[in-house]
């Protein structure tokens, strides 16, 4: 499976992407200057995770907070977990609680 990678580097008030066939990742990095964080978004199976962190922060450095988020099939939400001080890198390997 491949992996769709955007950035967003204008300002924008809404983000729409249309996915037209199944891909093993969708991965957004998005930096809000008007309240210095970036934010990371990605999404693997029945998961979608969000990322933040101060603005310029390296992936790899143990700063993140990331939510991530279940669904069942038809997109219900089950579950919201999050881990924080942790790196955007290891989000798929992380402990949610």
């Known amino acids: 499976m ?5 950035n967003i580097t204008e300002v924008v008030e809404t ?3 249309e996915i037209e066939e199944v891909v093993e990742s969708v991965e957004a990095l998005v930096h809000d200057a008007s309240i210095k964080r970036m934010v990371r978004h990605a999404v693997s199976n029945q998961f979608v995770f969000i990322g933040k962190a101060p603005l310029g922060s ?3 450095a143990e700063v993140w907070t990331i939510y991530r988020i279940e669904t069942d099939l038809d997109g219900t939400v089950v579950a919201i977990l999050k881990a924080t001080g942790v790196k955007w890198t290891d989000y798929l390997t992380e402990t949610y609680s």
């Open 58 to 60: 390296a992936e790899d």
């Open 2 to 6: 491949e992996t769709v990678v955007a």
């Open 15 to 17: 983000v729409t992407a």
